[in-house]
């Protein structure tokens, strides 16, 4: 999340100086406040769904759903709940893509009347973002904005607003915001589902209640971490790339863990598919290259320890993040993080991300850095640069 910026010093020069770069420690506040979000707002985000989305809403049966970063990888976490919970053709996209190549009535086509767009931007600032939900509307698509800033830009780009905002928030890479995104959007996913007799009101009631509970797994696996990142940060900070591998909602995992390790520490990390990570990446050097197999119990679960043993069979140093109970993928780990409780598969996301916020934070400290690459000299103001946020 993007924090207030604080005025320069200098009298009347009318500049914003740069906020003083992040501690890593932020990560780990970031996290210790999970489980609290979730016993805290899944009750208050699923009012607001309810209330959001009537029951004309039964008609839907595309939604597309479009971001940039955290959120486009929070759409990727949760296209098999869409699918599976609510029966639709549910569509990860991409903010640029969407605005220039996917957008609805794209090409003079007849406007959709059942589509639905959810544009996700936490700040509610993110451009193309904001674009997309104009984009949706002017095709004839209905678009929701969901987003943790009320009033914001792509709030009044789109028809209504899902609002997913947290308390005593800090400027930090995104892991509350993530985790708030990837909620509301469980959440309209069980709407959907309930609305479109997917599901009856007693069994949406029960997926409710089992996104409550998550939060004790969630504090359990965020206490594991913390315990065991600090020694597996140090035994694998001289690598100068990893790979975070996972397939269904686990690749949407695998690139929000990627992104974090980037922000956080500037190592190079890549999210990858399972499949696609033996097709190309594994021919990569140098062959010590830490791999990390996320595993949540499900349809590719199977296919993670296949990958897991032939990363290691490579020479690769591969971590595991699977379920502490089951040996079927950490016996091929050179280290594991070990996951607490049982999830399915289409919630696993809220549980399996955990571990990032702690790896990335004591990366950054093992190797004396700042997120966002803070520590380096700042460019001049004639220097060419590009200033993003969280999305």
């Not at 990727?76 to 699918?83: E, G, K, L, T």
């Not at 569509?91 to 007849?110: I, K, M, Q, S």
């Amino acid at each position: 999340m993007t924090g207030r910026r604080d005025p320069d010093p200098r009298a009347g020069a009318g500049i914003q100086a740069p906020p003083p770069p992040l501690d890593p420690g932020v990560m780990l506040r970031q996290v210790d406040a999970l489980a609290g979000d979730l016993r805290g707002r899944t009750g208050l985000f699923d009012e607001r769904v309810r209330t959001l989305l009537p029951a004309r809403w039964a008609a839907v049966d595309t939604v597309s759903i479009v971001g940039d970063g955290d959120s486009y990888h929070a759409a990727c976490a949760v296209r098999m709940a869409f699918a599976t919970l609510a029966g639709v053709d549910c569509r990860p996209v991409n903010a640029l893509r969407f605005v220039e190549y996917d957008h609805p009535g794209l090409g003079g086509g007849r406007p959709p009347r059942d589509e639905l767009t959810l544009a996700v931007s936490a700040s509610g600032r993110t451009p193309l973002v904001v674009r997309s939900a104009e984009r949706a509307r002017e095709g004839g698509a209905h678009a929701i904005a969901v987003t943790g800033t009320p009033d914001s830009p792509v709030a009044r780009a789109a028809d209504d607003t899902l609002l997913v905002a947290l308390p005593d928030t800090e400027r930090s890479p995104g892991v509350r915001t993530y985790q708030a995104s990837v909620l509301g959007l469980l959440l309209i996913a069980i709407r959907l589902g309930a609305l479109r007799g997917r599901l009856t009101g007693q069994e949406a009631d029960a997926l409710r209640d089992e996104l409550t509970a998550l939060a004790g797994p969630v504090e359990a696996t965020a206490g594991a971490a913390r315990a065991r990142c600090p020694e597996l940060a140090g035994r694998i900070a001289d690598a100068p790339v990893l790979s975070v591998l996972g397939s269904g909602p686990s690749h949407g995992t695998a690139l929000f863990a990627a992104a974090k390790v980037i922000e956080t520490s500037g190592v190079f990390a890549t999210g990858q598919d399972l499949e696609e990570w033996c097709h190309v990446e594994r021919f990569a050097r140098p062959p010590g290259t830490p791999v990390i197999v996320v595993a949540a119990p499900g349809r590719a679960y199977g296919h993670a320890a296949e990958v897991a043993a032939r990363a290691a069979a490579l020479g690769r140093r591969v971590i595991t993040v699977a379920p502490e109970d089951d040996p079927g993928v950490t016996r091929h780990g050179w280290a594991a993080l070990p996951v607490t409780g049982r999830v399915r598969e289409e919630f696993s996301p809220l549980l399996y991300h955990v571990f990032a916020a702690p790896l990335s934070c004591h990366l950054a400290q093992h190797l004396g850095r700042a997120p966002f690459l803070a520590d380096l000299p700042r460019p001049t103001p004639t220097t060419p640069q590009h200033r993003g946020e969280t999305p």
